[in-house]
């Protein structure tokens, strides 16, 4: 047992601390408010590596481990959870299905251009029907030889309007149930895709999320990923390797919080002494200290297991449950503690609740994440 | 061309300073270390030059023990191509100077912080200078190549100045030599495992300062707080019982 | 044996800075029973140079020679070499600014001294030589034994009183003998700063941070700094956002100054910044947030808005 970082997974550490902390800060505020998507930002972090962390350099990534990854988005998500999840989206659900799944040419045409960060990917499961559920696809597509025909309407897509390039899970066998889907790398240009309207959330407003319409969508055959029928296995897959993802960025949400209710307890005063001198206060802030580092180390331990190539389905949603969980605590808790000050957007924290909230609904809820472990123990 | 830059491990600049043994060292418990701010955009610098041509390689040097080699493998993960560690604790500055003037022999352009800033030297690039018996330039904020002469923006008392100067040369670098560090990108981090980092044996060298001891300033009196609606009286507190207006 | 001073001139005139540096050498050579001896380079009129004996210098050594307006650290630290093995130099005391950081570590090497740079007080013992300086940018002092037969000192502006002694001081040319090949340096172009108080210099500062809100606002600063003769300062995000010029950043990246009074209009006051400000004798801060760290470090303080408060200000000094 080792619980020692590497030099160079400090080092990721610290460069994403850095980026965070010198540019993400200057105008994560406006982003959020206006719901302006990080252009900048992407392509700066992109230069740096950080869209396809655990790629292989041969196909335009950066060939780092799932740990680095942990750290790396705990940092960004300290100052912008928006940002990281469009980070996240692209590393650990679009290049990690291409780079695992995919064949050579499509690992050629696609991740290269998404690892290297000239693209952005994104990932359509969710139906208007069905939040996570990947058995149940409205969505059609139709095996007509050497195409597909793609048809139907994908809800809450992240990077939806950024991306350019899609996977895209639909039914092609709907008598074989789960066993007849698929998953498709689809161009976003291609004709017969609409977008709907930008979704005016709550939180993470600085990702664009939209609805996605198909309307007889030609994908070539060479464009399925794996065999006919693999596509919700592909997708359970990569939802169990996101799960990391978004474990991490609850982490570091709650990180952030809570650096930002310590720095305000030592700062203000109270009948003649700190906030951090009331035991009330401090016993909160050790409260946040303690849920944050279970989190961590679960983040970290369901890291290690991809990392080792061994089961994460449990590790994954135990991560990601407790971690966006507590998020929720950790957010509102430091709300409590900058009172007045925490209600209002300039002190940051307001905004990481607004955050926090997404972590435990999207990309399985933390509903869906408690009947994954559950399962696991109770199963015959 | 070839270029050295000067790299010394330093407390992170948000570091709580603290001492030990009845105030006579630096509490290094629990610290953070990072590259010196002005060496770390000497690097960032040295790094442009070379992606504008004409630079071979670009060193960094530190005299230091083992556990500074992880600013060096920074510094090479930033994009130096090799370090080199003399393996000898800094003791003072004409330690280290005198250290580093046995390496530094081979290279056009030595790049020097304007100071550590952790014991404020000012110290070390101008030694090494006087060592080497090469010209220095102190205070530069700019540094471009221009044949085989090296075009200078140094800041002067009351102004500054555009010079020409030809090398070798140590140029002593401050706050304007480059707009911001460079962060490490993942490439890099992971060739710096694989880039050399020498170890050289110190020297004979006699230090020629030591610490005797260290304080920290008196606490400060309570802010004496002025109401807003009432700023004027402020000036009147300045001038009558500050007495600095 | 001896004392030198290296005394810089601005356009044949000395400052404050010089008085005091002159002041503060004085003091240590009366102390060790020395002579001070200044040393001038540069086109100084001997009424100008006199000046120094005022503060107690007992020898002037005066080099004119335009060649040293290139300001070549090699050449100008042999003339300073030169000029203190012409008196027997047992100690030599530079500014601690721009030049002086330049001159002091070449000038050390030469001697086979100890430097020691930044000190802020007589020294402590004089043998063996212990004397205080400020660490870890103004957040500490040290006091630092220096072990060779030579002292070189760079002085901190500011944190020593003149002395007046009334003594008079006789004019010696000198010719360092630095020859052609040891000037390098050639000067393409100079930008003085005119019509404003240096920073370096200024009794005052006024300095503004993020609370200035753009770069449009600064007008009512200006206006009493100029009514107060005091320099402009800012603090990082303000030089970095391009609001005002980065040769008025103050703080541990940029300008560290020591004022008798320093004005901080919106700023919260971050340990970078407070670096490069915390040796200023009086900091007053007007921030409109209470919890602002800038008021623990402040002597004086408004919590408001700085766009109500500069007017008043502006008054209360025209009234004054």
Known sequence: ?380 | MKILVLISNVPDTTTKIRFTGDNTAFDAAGVQWIINPWDELALTRAMELKEAGGVEKITVANVGEKITEATLRKALAVGADDAIRIDAPAKDAFFVASQLSKIAGDYDLILAGIEASDYNGNAVGGMLAELLDYNSVSAVSGINMDGDKFVINREIDGGSQVLSVTGPLVAIVQKGIAKEPRIPAMRGIMMARKKPLNVVEAVDAHEKTSFVNFELPPPKAACKMVDEENAKELITLLHEEAKVL | MSILVYTENWDGKFKKLSFELVSYAAAIAKEMGLDLTALSIGNVADDELNKLGNYGASKILKVENDKFNSLDNKALSKAVVAAAENVGAKIVVFAHNNLGKALAPRVSVKLNAGLVSGVTELPSSTSPFVVKKKVFTGKAFANVKVDAENVVLTFAQNSYEIVETGGSAAVEAFDPQVGDADFSTVVNETNKITGKVLLNDAEIVVSGGRGMKSGDNWGGLEELADLLNAGMACSRPVSDEGWRSHDEHVGQTGKIIAPNLYFAFGISGAIQHLGGVSSSKVIVAINKDPEAPIFEAADYGIVGDVFKVIPQLIEGVKEM
């Open chain 1, 1 to 380: 047992m080792n619980f020692e970082l590497t030099e160079e997974q400090l080092m990721i550490k610290e460069a994403a601390r850095d980026y965070a902390q010198r540019e993400l800060i200057q105008d994560v505020l406006e982003r959020d408010e206006k719901g302006i998507f990080p252009t900048k930002h992407i392509k700066n972090l992109a230069d740096l590596g950080f869209m396809g962390m655990m790629v292989d350099p041969e196909y335009g990534g950066s060939g780092m481990d799932t740990i680095s990854y942990v750290l790396a988005l705990e940092e960004l998500s300290k100052i912008d959870a928006s940002t990281a999840v469009i980070i996240s989206i692209n590393n650990s659900l679009v290049c990690y299905g291409l780079n695992r799944f995919g064949t050579e040419e499509q690992k050629r045409k696609y991740l290269v251009p998404l690892a290297s960060g000239q693209i952005i990917g994104a990932f359509l499961l969710s139906e208007p029907e069905a939040g996570s559920d990947a058995s149940q696809q409205h969505t059609t597509a139709v095996d007509m030889g050497d195409h597909y025909i793609i048809n139907g309407t994908k809800n809450w897509i992240s990077n939806a309007n950024s991306a350019s390039t899609y996977l895209v899970i639909a039914q092609t066998n709907p008598e074989k149930k789960h066993k007849g889907i698929n998953a498709f790398i689809v161009e976003k240009d291609s004709p017969g895709i609409t977008l709907g309207p930008h979704e005016d959330k709550m939180g993470m407003r600085s990702s664009d999320t939209h609805s996605v319409m198909f309307s007889d969508v030609k994908v070539p055959k060479e464009n399925r990923i794996g065999e006919d029928g693999f596509g919700f296995k592909f997708a359970m897959m990569i939802l169990e390797a996101g799960r990391i993802g978004i474990a991490s960025q609850a982490l570091g949400i709650a990180q952030g919080a809570m650096e930002r209710s310590v720095a305000y307890a030592k700062e203000r005063k109270a009948f003649g002494k700190t906030l951090a001198k009331h035991q009330a206060i401090a016993f909160k802030i050790a409260d946040m200290a303690v849920k944050i580092e279970n989190a961590r180390n679960l983040c970290l331990k369901a890291a290690w297991l991809k990392d080792n190539h061994m089961p994460i389905t449990v590790a994954s949603a135990m991560a990601k449950q407790y971690a966006a969980d507590i998020a929720m605590e950790v957010t509102t808790e430091a709300v409590q503690i900058h009172g007045g000050y925490g209600y209002v957007k300039e002190y940051h924290v307001e905004r990481l609740m607004r955050e926090a909230k997404l972590t435990q609904i999207y990309e399985g809820t933390s509903e869906v994440q408690k009947i994954v472990v559950s399962r696991d123990l109770l199963k015959d």
